[in-house]
């Protein structure tokens, strides 16, 4: 603030004026960009500069300015406080830091915040082991919401089954987890819209490349209808998922198929036997 003092000078002529150091001049304001308290001064001194000196400047109004640049500053130093505050409350979370290089190029990069410091009155964080302004942190992330992007997952999908033409089911899009949220194995549920459950056989269960395949005959003895698949992963949240794999079952199931047959059978082979009992019984009375 030392180098916004201005001294009242006389010219040749006798008059009073006001002169600004060159030292105050030298910092220019960049367009665009909010005003200070120290404008905010330079502003107030310049006015006195070029005030009529026949009309000076009422007392009055140059209190009430000097009242303005006071509350600007108390409004100024609130702002200051009010960010650091909100920068201590960082330590312990997630956060998203967003640099600007040298040709313009925004970079991006995630971390958790370890600590908090103060230099010349501008708040820093720490993350993995580097410093960053608070200005640069775009994002904060909630807890839950970063263990939910870390969590075993399946994508939304919908498949349909037939029995006439069945064909194995490839579900995509499986995340066993990341970031210490890994699952290990999973096992697959068909889940009826009565909520009844059917537990697939692993044997029937082929996973690769985050495919998991299932082999259509572990759905040839499943009555028709609609069903969700779904899947309970052994992570350390148990994490389940019930509803992103729907499946459509259409028509008979085989093994209706094969009692229906046998049944057929067993009527004609009991028709056939009456035949020949009463042909025996006929024998017999004669």
């Known amino acids: 603030m030392a180098d916004l003092v201005a001294p009242i000078l006389e010219n040749d002529k006798g008059e009073s004026y006001i002169a600004i150091s060159e030292t105050s001049q030298e910092k220019q304001r960049i367009p665009g960009?909010?005003?200070g308290k120290e404008d905010f001064l330079m502003l107030l001194v310049t006015q006195m500069q070029y005030q009529d000196p026949l009309e000076p400047m009422d007392n009055t109004q140059f209190v009430s300015q000097l009242a303005q640049f006071s509350e600007l500053e108390q409004m100024s130093n609130l702002n200051t406080t009010v960010n650091n505050n909100v920068a201590y409350s960082l330590v312990g979370k997630e956060v998203?830091?967003?640099?600007t290089t040298s040709t313009g190029e925004a970079v991006e990069f995630q971390g958790r915040v370890d600590y908090v410091t103060l230099k010349n009155g501008e708040a820093y964080v720490s993350v993995e082991g580097s410093e960053y302004?608070?200005?640069e942190v775009v994002r904060v992330i909630d807890d839950l919401y970063l263990i939910s992007q870390y969590i075993p997952s399946v994508g939304k999908q919908s498949f349909e089954f037939i029995h006439e033409d069945p064909?194995?089911?490839k579900i995509k899009d499986i995340s066993l987890g990341t970031n210490g949220y890994e699952a290990t194995s999973f096992a697959v549920v068909l889940v009826d819209s009565e909520n009844q459950t059917t537990a697939i056989d692993p044997k029937y269960l082929t996973y690769k490349d985050k495919v998991l395949t299932i082999d259509k005959a572990a759905l040839t003895s499943m009555d028709a209808g609609k069903y969700h698949i779904a899947f309970v992963f052994n992570d350390a949240n148990k994490t389940m998922d019930y509803d992103s794999v729907s499946l459509e079952i259409k028509g008979i199931p085989?093994?209706?198929?094969?009692?229906d047959t046998d049944t057929d059978s067993d009527s004609d082979t009991d028709?056939?036997?009456s035949g020949e009992g009463g042909e025996e019984g006929n024998t017999e009375t004669v």
Do not use: F, P, V
């Open 167 to 169: 064909q194995d089911i």
């Open 254 to 259: 085989t093994t209706e198929k094969e009692e």
């Open 96 to 99: 998203l830091i967003r640099q």
């Open 33 to 35: 960009s909010d005003l």
């Open 271 to 273: 028709t056939d036997n």
């Open 133 to 135: 302004s608070y200005d």
